[in-house]
């Protein structure tokens, strides 16, 4: 039996489930999900042992879910909707996907800049983790000064040493889009101008790509979401060490605005048919336990405060704290048209 028959199934006997007095109608959450990493099944799998609410899972990137969505419409069966990028956040928030939720738990727990900005009927999404996106250079080739700022990575002196995915990539829209907010549109398009000079190849690849494009020497320098860099500090693997030995790890910025943080986080559907228990799984995500799973799990910052992080690869990065910047992650993404409109004059791919 298909799931979509097991549905039809359940909404077809509520009478006779009712009558017997035998059997409850199942508690079910649909999820959408754009979050690809193994160890979030312990996460969902614990929601399900404390609260009974069994998890029916549609997996997707970003960009797919928020298609999939516009796409079925009001016949979605989609409950919560959980995104890895803040510029997608604010994609589905502008093209209204979420339904506001009012959770005094969720804002107790959860910082404000890590938030929709909330009306009278809550927030339409919430941040549960983040990752630093930094620099990570050659330990022989590059000094630690010259690429301790995001600002360096476009000066002169570091011609022909760059590598980084596509401009046009998420991540990368993210951290461009804060730049221009720090630094302003004209200053921030020089800027892009001075990226596409300096690197040692065309974008192509994704962060770990890059990483390994520094330990192999094709690049001097490179960006990456930190959980990437930890991974590969946390493996056991001969090739994982000998990159670790390699490379450096810079988290830019920490005598100015400080590095630049994505999140991921998510929201109720807009046409979630349990609504209840989209609200339990999003309360349940700002838990100690479920945040205990973004840090160690998946080597992501908890955006709960008084969660601690115990994970070893993201103390040895960033020498146990560092300085982050504070501008709201809803201004990033509203950055994001501008920002893709100045890689298209630079000819950043």
């Known amino acids: 039996m298909t799931m979509l028959n097991k549905w039809i ?51 997707a990137d970003d960009a797919g879910i928020l298609a999939r969505l516009k796409a079925e419409g009001s016949a979605s069966p ?12 604010h994609k589905a928030e502008v093209e209204g996907l979420f339904h506001p939720v009012k959770s005094k738990t969720l804002e107790d727990a959860i910082p404000a800049q890590y938030r929709a900005k909330g009306g009278p009927d809550g927030s339409a999404w919430f941040g549960y983790s983040t990752r630093a996106r930094v620099i990570v250079y050659d330990k022989a080739k590059v000094k630690r000064a ?26 990368n829209l993210s951290l461009f889009g804060a730049v221009a907010e720090h630094m302003g ?30 330990a192999s020497g094709e690049c001097g320098i490179a960006v990456t979401n930190t959980y990437y860099m930890a991974r590969i500090l946390r493996s056991s693997k001969p090739d994982d060490q000998a990159i670790a030995d390699k490379v450096g790890v810079v988290f830019p910025n920490q005598d100015s605005w400080g590095t630049h943080l994505n999140i991921a986080g998510g929201g109720m559907a807009k046409y979630s048919k349990n609504q209840t228990n989209a609200t339990k799984f999003l309360e349940y995500l700002a838990s100690p336990l479920a945040q205990d799973y973004f840090a160690n799990g998946n080597n992501e910052w908890p955006t709960v405060a008084s969660v601690k992080v115990a994970n070893p690869a993201l103390q040895q990065m960033s020498g146990g704290s560092f300085k982050s910047e504070t501008i709201p992650i809803s201004v990033i993404g509203s950055n994001q048209v501008k920002v893709q409109q100045m890689l298209d004059r630079v000819g950043f791919k």
Request: aromatic share 6%.
């Open 9 to 59: 199934t359940v909404a077809a006997l509520p009478v006779v489930l009712a009558s017997s007095g035998a059997f409850a109608q199942e508690q079910v959450l649909n999820l959408y999900s754009a979050r690809h990493y193994s160890t979030d099944e312990a996460l969902y799998s614990n929601f399900t042992k404390i609260t009974g609410i069994k998890i029916n899972r549609v997996d």
């Open 78 to 89: 989609a409950d919560v909707i959980l995104l890895v990028d803040a510029s997608r956040l």
């Open 146 to 171: 010259d690429v301790d700022s995001y600002e360096e990575l476009g000066d002169p002196k570091n011609m022909g040493k760059l590598c980084i995915r596509s401009g046009s990539h998420p991540y």
């Open 185 to 214: 549109p004209e200053k921030t398009e020089e800027w892009l101008k001075g990226l596409v000079a300096n690197m040692a190849r065309a974008p192509k690849g994704g962060d770990t790509d890059q990483i390994k494009g520094v």
